[in-house]
């Protein structure tokens, strides 16, 4: 086969590029390791910045994200047995964001590359890079006992973390960043009527809580777990009294709780990989970048990639400028960095790190205290939060 762009990953960052690239004329192929049912079946945050909205709009994909979707003008945090207000709306000028989970995102997407007839190949088994210094990259993979291949122009890593893209580039030609947080996020999807129409981010003693939501019936909670903890150690019942125990008790008495129907636990780390190109390929959303889930910056910060890639390419082939590929990298990681900052302030702002200093909670307490006595602060987090501008 051969196709312009080959992308690797159908998670949305290779949806996305694929459904923009196709309404541009420009020829591509999607490359998946799972089956849609798979890919589908994960669940994952829910907060879209409006750069990301639009975005979907401008890849037709944004119907039922902005039939279904709720747009949130702000969010609580809670400490100390009160919970206190960001307004997102008055603090950035008018900008929200929009609570849609990214599996509906992504359902969205699959949606669109069909009805344009999009070449998705899903079950991609041995995805294998060749010749990315070249100017004749190609692809291989097998499909049963048959091996095919792909020749391309250029080859987009959208692969996730775990992806086959970002270890194809040498070692002395990319450098790693991370940081690993010594505690998960155990996750609870249940159907019950959320706790707070807006979501609720909570600081404890005990260790951190989100009260999120996919919509008024289905309620998405997390608490701060150690690394340790076994899934089956978490019954739903202890799961809902410790969630309460770190709310405040007005939150607390209004919780209602049911059967979970997802339960998991993830761990957080920060992860940034430099540069986000290697000859003939150029990496994306996860591949090159991981953010912890507290600043709900994951797939937001996917989305500015996929801008900047989309407009290069569509330079490169419309007016062969490759100003923009040339650009790419410097141009992505200088957003991905804010992002980078942003989520691990988050993240060291609201949880409780087990071997902190006293100093250290002393410090975690002023930032808060600081956060709420400064409009200009609070501006700063909420400006963050709806999204930097690409
Ligand atoms: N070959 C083909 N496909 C692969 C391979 C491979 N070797 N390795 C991984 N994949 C697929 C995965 O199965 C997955 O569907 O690539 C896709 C990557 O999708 P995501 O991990 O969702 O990454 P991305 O599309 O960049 O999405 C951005 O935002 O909220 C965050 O982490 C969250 O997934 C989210 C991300
Ligand atoms: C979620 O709804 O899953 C969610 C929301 C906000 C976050 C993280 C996860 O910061």
Redo the contacts with the bound molecule.
């Keep these: 086969m051969k196709t312009q762009v080959g992308i690797?990953?159908?998670?949305?960052?290779?949806l996305l590029l694929s459904q923009l690239l196709h309404l541009q004329g420009i020829d591509n192929i999607v490359?998946?390791?799972?089956s849609r049912d798979y890919?589908l079946g994960r669940i994952?945050?829910g907060v879209l910045e409006h750069g990301f909205a639009a975005l979907m709009r401008e890849a037709q994909c944004a119907e039922r994200m902005d039939r279904e979707g709720e747009i949130h003008d702000g969010f609580y945090i809670a400490h100390d047995g009160i919970k206190e207000r960001v307004d997102l709306n008055g603090l950035t000028g008018g900008n929200s964001v929009v609570v849609y989970g990214?599996t509906e995102v992504t359902r969205d997407l699959y949606a669109a590359r069909d009805k344009l007839g999009g070449i998705v190949i899903h079950n991609?088994e041995d995805?294998t890079p060749h010749d990315l210094e070249s100017a004749q990259p190609y692809l291989t993979y097998r499909q049963g006992d048959e091996l095919l291949r792909i020749d391309c122009d250029y080859v987009i890593g959208?692969?996730?973390?775990?992806?086959?893209s970002r270890k194809s580039i040498p070692n002395d030609k990319i450098t790693e960043f991370e940081r690993v947080y010594p505690f998960g996020w155990l996750g609870v999807l249940s159907r019950t009527k959320p706790v707070s129409p807006e979501l609720i981010y909570a600081t404890h003693e005990r260790g951190f809580a989100l009260c999120s939501l996919r919509s008024q019936v289905l309620s998405r909670y997390y608490i701060q777990v150690p690394l340790t903890d076994r899934i089956e150690a978490w019954s739903d019942e202890v799961f809902w009294a410790e969630l309460k125990r770190r709310l405040p008790d007005s939150v607390a008495a209004e919780l209602v709780t049911g059967d979970s129907i997802e339960k998991s636990i993830a761990p957080l780390r920060s992860f940034v990989a430099e540069p986000m190109r290697y000859g003939n390929l150029f990496l994306?959303?996860?591949?090159a970048h991981i953010v912890p889930p507290t600043g709900a910056r994951?797939?937001n910060s996917?989305a500015s990639d996929i801008y900047y890639l989309y407009h290069a390419l569509v330079d490169h082939y419309r007016k062969r400028d490759d100003s923009g590929l040339d650009g790419y990298s410097q141009k992505a990681l200088a957003r991905v960095w804010k992002g980078q900052r942003f989520s691990w302030w988050m993240t060291t702002l609201l949880h409780r790190f087990p071997d902190s200093s006293a100093f250290e909670r002393r410090l975690q307490a002023t930032d808060l205290a600081y956060l709420f006595s400064s409009q200009k602060a609070l501006a700063s987090l909420a400006e963050n939060y709806v999204g930097l501008p690409y």
């Design positions: 690797i990953g159908g998670g949305p960052s290779g490359l998946e390791r799972q890919v994952r945050a990214q991609a995805v959208c692969d996730g973390f775990h992806g086959v994306a959303g996860d591949a994951g797939l996917a």
